[in-house]
């Protein structure tokens, strides 16, 4: 029987759908039913196992799923309430569900720094690693653990502050609470379990996370075309950003103009076209890319 890789990723929640995108982009194919633990991926030998975020970690140190799809920050809090060492690695950044941990108290308060915080106290659902910043900071604070609605603790008298994630800072906002100071920067991440793979999955391992990387790369990469004068083109290739040597070709009946195409690695902003146009590029496209691989 062919072997089938398995990968934990969230069922329902603000990871989901960007793992669910993310991996249909590789061009898995699959279906999530209402209440099905496992989904099978119908082309390649995928299965995907539909859990919690919180038992995601474990999952993959334990091998019960060879890899995962993480926020850095539940990997983190796993880690560290594990004892530091997990049998997992970070494989791959995959630059969602974006957000921060951050330290936040009352707006017009008498909390404004970490030092404010000797001997008080903090509510927060990631005690191990607000004590492990406390630690690392020589701050002493008691923590006070909850489970979820951190952001009402200090209007019900539970710690004047708390340690919790922040997106847009909507929630901070509406509680009359403010963010001084941000100990984790998060990101969803690609963990893989320390366990040798078989060489059938390690060979689906290698395809997946190849397309992967086309699909990371490919997210802020664009294709441009334009034509400018020859005698511009070193100055042009200077403001296209993050592009390698772009294309020259040469248009039928005029020897001045060349049109250049280039892919750019990094976000085409309106001012890099403003900045082109005044080099004299005229008729510039930005394209987007769907899929890349090198
Ligand atoms: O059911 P399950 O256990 O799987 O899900 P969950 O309820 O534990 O987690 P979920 O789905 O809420 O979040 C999953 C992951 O998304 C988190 O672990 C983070 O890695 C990431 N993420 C990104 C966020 C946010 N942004 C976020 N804003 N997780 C939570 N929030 C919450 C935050 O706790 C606060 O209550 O949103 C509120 C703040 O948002 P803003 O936009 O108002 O600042
Ligand atoms: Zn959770």
Do not use: H
Not at 92 to 104: V, Y
Not at 250 to 258: R, S, W
């Amino acid at each position: 029987m062919t072997q089938r890789l398995r990968i934990a990723i969230q069922k329902k929640g603000r990871l989901a759908d960007d793992s669910f995108a993310a991996l249909k982009k590789c061009g898995l194919s699959f279906t999530i039913r209402g209440d099905g633990l496992l989904a099978r991926v119908k082309n390649m030998p995928i299965d995907l196992l539909l859990v919690r975020d919180d038992d995601i970690p474990s999952f993959v140190a334990n091998a019960v799923s060879d890899l995962g799809i993480v926020g850095e920050n539940v990997l983190q809090e796993d880690i560290l309430s594990a004892g530091g060492k997990m049998a997992l690695s970070i494989e791959r950044r995959l630059g969602f569900s974006k957000c921060r941990l951050c330290l936040a108290s009352a707006e017009g308060g008498s909390i404004n720094t970490p030092q404010d915080l000797q001997g008080t106290k903090i509510a927060t659902t990631y005690p191990g690693i607000l004590n492990n910043y406390l630690r690392e900071n020589a701050i002493t604070a008691d923590c006070v653990e909850m489970k979820g609605a951190v952001e009402l603790a200090p209007r019900i008298g539970i710690a004047p502050s708390i340690c919790d994630l922040v997106s847009s800072g909507a929630t901070l906002e509406a509680n009359g609470l403010k963010a001084f100071e941000t100990i984790l920067e998060s990101e969803a991440v690609l963990i893989k379990s320390a366990e040798v793979l078989s060489p059938e999955k390690q060979d689906i391992y290698d395809r997946l996370v190849s397309r992967l990387d086309g699909v990371i790369r490919s997210k802020d990469s664009k294709y441009i075309m334009l034509n400018a004068p020859r005698s511009q083109i070193e100055n042009i290739t200077k403001i296209l950003p993050g592009s390698d040597a772009p294309t020259i070709i040469p248009l039928a009946g005029d020897d001045d103009l060349v049109a250049v195409q280039a892919v750019c690695t990094e976000n085409v902003f309106w001012e890099t076209l403003e900045a082109l146009k005044a080099s004299g590029a005229r008729s510039i496209l930005v394209l987007p890319i769907e899929k890349m691989m090198s």
